[in-house]
């Protein structure tokens, strides 16, 4: 009995001691108060992503159209990312360059893109949020959604499950059976404009007891008809939408 109790003890000064472990080294990696910032893009960079010449980039900066770019020391043109977003909307509606922006008109429908492998770590996440960078940065409004409970798009996204979302500010807010909040609410803006996450955490577990209940009590949906039901409220401002 003596024996049994202090391995209890043991394992609870072990439990603890690795818990504030853990918090000082998340806290350490991600303070509370860190900012992610997406860094400058020069106008060769800029030039790639609009599809068109760097000599023309430089001609629009140099007549004083479109947005003002920071000068380095040396004369390069610095773009942020959200100058780029207005440098390919000005070309689109001033420059008679339509095509540089490929958002959808009216009466074309929001893609919806799936990542799946049933290989675990076969990089769904890794591609997920590389694709949605890749295409935000070419102008297309991008919303990834986490549905993994374990929420590696939500970690690589600089939030960490369980502590920045504690209140509930995830997909299972939006889809849950009691007083679900409006999709919009859960919609988080990233470091990338034209890049929205929906973050995910452990609680996504508790759907699946959840749905279960519903579903004997009053016939309620599945998850997949759950989400789909709440990306309906916000579909129409994207672009793509992808699902981890
Ligand atoms: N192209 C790559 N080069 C190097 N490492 C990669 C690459 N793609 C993914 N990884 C690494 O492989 C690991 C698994 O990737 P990822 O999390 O994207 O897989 P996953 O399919 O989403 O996994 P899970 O099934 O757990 O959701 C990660 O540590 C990731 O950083
Ligand atoms: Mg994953």
């Known amino acids: 009995m003596t024996r049994h109790l202090s391995s209890l003890q043991f394992m609870n000064t072990f439990s603890t ?15 509370p108060d860190a900012i992610r910032t997406m860094r400058k893009f020069t106008s060769t960079e800029v030039a790639a992503l609009l599809g068109v010449t760097e000599a023309y980039i430089r001609q629009v900066s140099l007549k004083g159209q479109g947005p003002e770019p920071e000068t380095t020391a040396t004369g390069k043109r610095l773009y942020s990312v959200e100058q780029v977003l207005e440098l390919r909307m000005h070309l689109a509606e001033k420059a008679r360059k339509k095509w540089i922006n490929p958002r959808r008109v009216d009466g074309e429908d929001c893609q919806i893109i799936a990542i799946t492998n049933f290989k675990g770590g076969s990089s769904k996440t890794a591609t997920t949020i590389h694709l949605g960078h890749w295409l935000a ?7 990834a959604v986490d549905m993994d409970p374990q929420a590696s798009l939500t970690s690589l996204q ?8 504690r209140e509930g500010d ?43 209940l519903e579903m004997r009590k009053s016939g309620g949906t599945g998850f997949l008809l759950r989400v789909s039901q709440a990306l309906e409220q916000i579909v129409d401002r994207y672009d793509i939408v992808l699902l981890d």
Do not use: M, W
């Open 17 to 31: 001691k690795l818990d504030k472990a853990l918090n000082n080294l998340s806290l350490a990696q991600y303070p």
């Open 137 to 143: 940065l070419r102008g297309y409004r991008v919303l």
């Open 158 to 165: 600089g939030a960490l499950p369980g502590f920045d979302y």
């Open 170 to 212: 995830t997909l299972y807010s939006a889809i849950r059976f009691d007083d679900p909040v409006p999709t919009e609410k859960i919609v988080h803006k990233t470091h990338i404009i034209g890049f929205d996450v929906i973050c995910a955490g452990l609680e996504l577990t508790e759907f699946e007891t959840a749905v279960t």
